[in-house]
């Protein structure tokens, strides 16, 4: 009888714990992230781009979201220009993704399919990375060497 007192006792007192997932982790229904926007014209197209600007925001990226709105994107914003490397772990859907300078001269693009972990590197230094929906590459018929406007928002002369 004593034994079964201590034991609904435990269960008691756990289950709040078991209730509010006590593990630490992040749970799915967490997902996405929540990160301001910004709108942006891309070769005569507006889009609305989430704003990824510190480590934290930029390692979730788009993860574990079903599908993002076709004229939404997220953009990462970096505090240096260097060669970046994008993957798609727990991404899941395609995107197009756009390496830029500092500059807002497009650098390179490529298409990265869901869930794919082999990398795809800009070809030369990028401060930022804009993803949106696979086939707007195509569409905005973007190629290296075009110029973006950024905007004011982006523009590198000064911190925000």
Known sequence: MKTLRIQSLLVILLLPCLAA???????????PQRLPTTQ?????QVFTLEIADDDKEREIGLMKRDSIPQNHGMIFIFPDEEQRTFWMKNTRFDIDIFYVREDGV??????????????SPSNGPAKYAIELNA??????????????????????AGPR
Do not use: H, V
């Open 21 to 31: 997932d006590c593990s630490g982790e992040k749970k799915q229904e967490d997902w």
């Open 135 to 156: 086939g707007w590459a195509e569409k905005l018929k973007l190629k290296p060497g075009d110029k973006l406007t950024l905007t004011d928002f982006l523009a590198p």
């Open 106 to 119: 497009l650098d390179s693009n490529a298409t990265m399919r869901a869930y794919d972990l082999t990398g």
């Open 40 to 44: 942006m014209t891309i070769a005569g």
